[in-house]
């Protein structure tokens, strides 16, 4: 069972934690997720697909991320979540942290923040190898591409994220 460190408002952990998804989250205390966006030289991104039979947004387009696990840092999630989805391994790879935004959802007890990371190295298409259960597909975009997925609400946190593309 997987377990992810509860944060206060500060971005602070607690010392508590919660179950995975269990939606129990009250005022001022928050989880974290991370984003890991890939860039290449000529300005095109890997974005992939969420899988169909995924509970929430199947079928979306979104950027590789997940949970923090406890007592797990944001920079080991990022990578372990991009090499989990993608085969790719960021390790390496300039970039780091681009950003940080914050969710209240009071109704659901899912209150987060998201750390989104940027990284900027070559690869191809034949260097993805997508984890089936998670990732039904993947593009190599341009900014263009995922803007208009955007603009179609099909592409997870993208009002948050976009910013990251340019």
Excluded at 5 to 23: C, F, H, L, P, V
Excluded at 36 to 56: N, Y
Excluded at 71 to 97: C, M, N, P, Q
Aim: proline fraction near 1%; glycine fraction near 12%.
């Amino acid at each position: 069972m997987e377990f992810w460190d509860i944060y206060d408002e500060n971005k602070k952990r607690t010392g508590r934690t919660m179950k995975r998804n269990d939606w129990c989250l009250k005022e001022g205390e928050y989880h974290l997720s991370v984003l890991g966006v890939i860039c290449r030289s000529d300005g095109r991104f890997l974005i992939t697909k969420r899988a169909m039979d995924k509970e929430w947004a199947p079928g979306w387009w979104e950027v590789p991320g997940g949970g923090v696990q406890a007592g797990e840092a944001s920079e080991d999630a990022v990578v372990r979540e991009i090499k989990e989805e993608t085969g790719l391994d960021v390790s390496g790879a300039d970039g780091g942290l681009f950003l940080t935004y914050r969710r209240e959802n009071l109704k659901e007890g899912d209150n987060y923040f998201v750390d989104v990371y940027r990284f900027c190295m070559e690869f191809d298409e034949s260097d993805v190898k997508v984890q089936k259960e998670e990732v039904g597909g993947f593009l190599i975009a341009d900014r263009k591409e995922i803007e208009q997925y955007g603009k179609e609400g099909i592409f997870l946190h993208y009002d948050s994220i976009r910013g990251v593309f340019e």
